[in-house]
């Protein structure tokens, strides 16, 4: 913290004798700029609000004017298209996630109200620097959780006055009592509902690692978090080396995935200390086997390189585990492409049905949904044609992208487009004229694409919506949600 830094670098050396005056005055310019940072993040919520308004004002510019299904569409449809595209116009534009975007929307919608309102005063803090970022939208999101004016003009004038000395940790234990004070609504009710939202997720980490968490009921977790620790505590009494940290991850692994495969083995924890019997759920997961999809170098497996393989979801993964993990496999695809451009040859471009070799083919190239910031991986998204069935266009890899749900609504029903190169990067054009180009998952990765001959049928500037095969409905409904649980 204290490293000797040459004073050559700064801009405005210190003295060469500094006194804790100095010092002082020194923490004084930080905070004096903190402030001003402060106040413009006030400025930027009430820009973005500003902003919502106008694009609320301007649905039929956001909309596609030539999809037949939107023109029958009702208001409520319509009015949630024009959302979703104004909302990743902004999400791009700021290179955030569209939750997060959506997330500064609802913070700036629920803060820059008119004077008197419940939110103005914690904007004014905000303005004033008295408050941070973080602070204002922590207020913010309980604020938003409340029923009625009366309740949310509560939480903010209890907890106020407490941002401008609290962390924001600190503020949120204080809003979450000041909350459950103010609630119209019986606590029982509210965590019954809330209890409806339980999920699992997992996101990628750096060096073969990734986050497994899971929301759920208090209760739950703290009982888990417990039987975790006691069960690692146990394994340390009987001599195990591991840290109690290790031990919780390794008891949680071998809990959910013991005897599942050798290589999902990471630890020797007691798996049951408390000596119950598995039952209800707990039991329905352990007779599931575990099913994850790695894409490895044929010469990999062979000894023949070193070259890394592909976890489906995550990225890269060493080329040991791929081998363990093949060794084990219940079952193995073949994937064949050109030698020289990696062009797949194990397709038929006059079908509409995407085959099996090929669609594994573009899981590999793709990774993800390949709308700019989605982390949705391409095993659960659809396989779409950016230049339409219906208009000429093959089933070809140089003609196909990964869609989520969400997104592939969002591209037929909205004013945004998109490009496919030879490469397989896809360009994206908003609805305000913003491009954002996105490049393939690993175009010099094993069984990805290349660079392919161009396609026959050059993608328009605004492509046509997608035609559905014989014998099946429409474009599905969007799926909300861009995470990927």
């Given at each position: 913290?204290f490293?000797?830094?040459?004073?050559?670098?700064?801009?405005?050396?210190?003295?060469?004798?500094?006194?804790?005056?100095h010092?002082?005055?020194?923490?004084?310019?930080?905070?004096?700029?903190?402030?001003?940072?402060?106040?413009?993040?006030?400025?930027?919520?009430v820009?973005?609000?500003?902003?919502?308004?106008?694009?609320?004002?301007?649905?039929a510019a956001?909309?596609?004017?030539?999809?037949?299904?939107?023109s029958?569409?009702?208001?409520?449809r319509?009015?949630?298209?024009?959302?979703?595209?104004?909302?990743?116009?902004?999400?791009?534009?700021?290179?955030?996630?569209?939750?997060a975007?959506?997330?500064?929307?609802?913070?700036?919608?629920?803060l820059?109200v008119?004077?008197?309102?419940?939110?103005?005063?914690?904007?004014?803090a905000?303005?004033?620097?008295?408050?941070?970022?973080?602070?204002?939208?922590?207020i913010?999101d309980?604020?938003?959780?409340?029923?009625d004016?009366?309740?949310?003009?509560?939480?903010?004038?209890?907890?106020?006055?407490?941002?401008?000395?609290?962390?924001?940790?600190q503020?949120r234990?204080?809003?979450?009592?000041?909350?459950?004070?103010?609630?119209?609504?019986?606590?029982?009710?509210?965590?019954?509902?809330?209890?409806?939202?339980r999920?699992?997720y997992?996101?990628?980490?750096?060096?073969?690692?990734?986050?497994?968490?899971?929301?759920?009921?208090?209760?739950?977790?703290?009982a888990?978090?417990?039987?975790?620790?006691?069960?690692?505590?146990?394994?340390?009494?009987?001599?195990d080396?591991?840290?109690?940290?290790?031990?919780r991850?390794?008891a949680?692994a071998?809990?959910?995935?013991?005897?599942?495969?050798p290589?999902?083995?990471?630890?020797?924890?007691?798996?049951?200390?408390?000596?119950?019997?598995v039952?209800?759920?707990?039991?329905?997961?352990?007779?599931?086997?575990?099913?994850?999809?790695?894409?490895?170098?044929?010469?990999?497996?062979?000894?023949?390189?070193?070259?890394?393989a592909?976890?489906?979801?995550?990225?890269?993964?060493?080329?040991?585990?791929?081998?363990?993990l093949?060794?084990?496999?219940?079952?193995?695809?073949?994937?064949?492409?050109d030698?020289?451009?990696?062009r797949?040859?194990?397709t038929?471009?006059?079908t509409?049905?995407?085959?099996?070799?090929?669609?594994?083919?573009?899981?590999?190239?793709?990774?993800?949904?390949?709308?700019?910031?989605c982390?949705?991986?391409?095993?659960?998204?659809?396989?779409d044609?950016?230049?339409?069935?219906s208009?000429?266009?093959?089933?070809?890899?140089?003609?196909?992208?990964?869609?989520?749900?969400?997104?592939h609504?969002?591209?037929?029903?909205?004013?945004?487009?998109?490009?496919?190169?030879?490469?397989g990067?896809?360009?994206?054009?908003?609805?305000?004229?913003?491009?954002?180009?996105?490049?393939?998952a690993?175009?010099t990765?094993?069984?990805?694409?290349?660079?392919?001959?161009?396609?026959?049928?050059?993608?328009?500037?605004?492509?046509?919506?997608?035609?559905?095969?014989?014998?099946?409905?429409?474009?599905?409904?969007?799926?909300?949600?861009?995470?990927?649980p």
């Amino acid at each position: 913290m204290f490293d000797t830094v040459p004073t050559s670098r700064l801009a405005d050396p210190p003295p060469a004798t500094p006194s804790l005056a100095h010092v002082s005055a020194a923490i004084d310019e930080v905070v004096e700029l903190q402030r001003q940072v402060h106040a413009l993040e006030a400025r930027k919520l009430v820009a973005t609000e500003r902003a919502r308004v106008t694009a609320l004002r301007a649905e039929a510019a956001l909309l596609a004017h030539d999809d037949v299904a939107l023109s029958r569409a009702g208001a409520a449809r319509r009015r949630d298209l024009a959302r979703r595209a104004f909302t990743a116009d902004l999400a791009t534009a700021l290179r955030l996630t569209e939750q997060a975007a959506s997330h500064l929307l609802d913070t700036a919608r629920t803060l820059a109200v008119g004077v008197g309102e419940a939110g103005h005063a914690t904007l004014d803090a905000l303005r004033h620097g008295d408050v941070s970022l973080a602070h204002a939208t922590a207020i913010a999101d309980t604020l938003a959780a409340l029923p009625d004016t009366e309740s949310r003009s509560r939480v903010e004038s209890d907890v106020l006055p407490r941002a401008a000395t609290s962390t924001v940790p600190q503020l949120r234990r204080h809003l979450r009592r000041a909350r459950d004070v103010a609630h119209p609504e019986p606590f029982v009710e509210r965590h019954r509902r809330a209890a409806e939202a339980r999920a699992v997720y997992v996101d990628p980490g750096a060096d073969g690692m990734a986050w497994l968490t899971a929301h759920l009921p208090a209760h739950v977790a703290h009982a888990a978090y417990d039987r975790l620790t006691r069960a690692g505590m146990h394994a340390r009494e009987a001599g195990d080396d591991r840290t109690l940290a290790q031990l919780r991850a390794d008891a949680a692994a071998d809990l959910l995935l013991a005897g599942t495969n050798p290589a999902c083995d990471v630890g020797t924890a007691d798996r049951d200390p408390a000596g119950g019997n598995v039952s209800g759920l707990a039991g329905i997961a352990r007779r599931i086997t575990p099913t994850v999809r790695v894409t490895v170098p044929v010469l990999s497996l062979v000894g023949g390189s070193d070259a890394a393989a592909d976890l489906d979801g995550h990225g890269p993964m060493d080329a040991m585990t791929a081998s363990t993990l093949t060794a084990a496999a219940p079952s193995l695809r073949r994937l064949l492409v050109d030698p020289v451009d990696g062009r797949v040859l194990t397709t038929d471009p006059g079908t509409y049905t995407v085959p099996a070799a090929l669609r594994a083919f573009l899981q590999q190239r793709d990774g993800v949904c390949r709308f700019p910031g989605c982390t949705r991986a391409a095993a659960r998204c659809d396989v779409d044609h950016v230049v339409a069935w219906s208009d000429g266009g093959r089933t070809v890899a140089d003609n196909l992208t990964h869609l989520c749900r969400h997104h592939h609504g969002m591209k037929h029903g909205t004013a945004w487009r998109s490009r496919l190169a030879p490469d397989g990067a896809v360009t994206w054009t908003s609805p305000t004229g913003r491009t954002h180009r996105d490049p393939p998952a690993d175009p010099t990765g094993p069984g990805t694409l290349g660079h392919p001959a161009p396609p026959e049928h050059p993608a328009p500037e605004r492509p046509a919506p997608d035609e559905p095969a014989p014998g099946r409905p429409g474009t599905a409904p969007p799926d909300a949600g861009v995470r990927d649980p």
